[in-house]
């Protein structure tokens, strides 16, 4: 994985970074939003793209 490509998905709820995944930022130009499980607010939540 090159490092440019790399985003940090944060939780809608609690706004902590919680995942890195990786995207094609030429085939994909909007923000990515996942329903991912919060180890924080102990619930699925939807974690969208962060700033880098």
């Known amino acids: 994985m090159s490092q440019d490509r790399l985003i940090k ?7 902590r970074i919680n995942y890195w995944s990786s995207k094609n ?3 994909v130009t909007r923000k990515i939003e ?4 919060c180890n ?12 880098k």
């Open 34 to 37: 996942l329903k991912k499980f």
């Open 9 to 15: 998905l944060q939780c809608q709820k609690c706004k």
């Open 40 to 51: 924080w607010c102990r619930v699925s939540t939807p974690h969208k793209e962060a700033k």
């Open 25 to 27: 930022k030429k085939l």
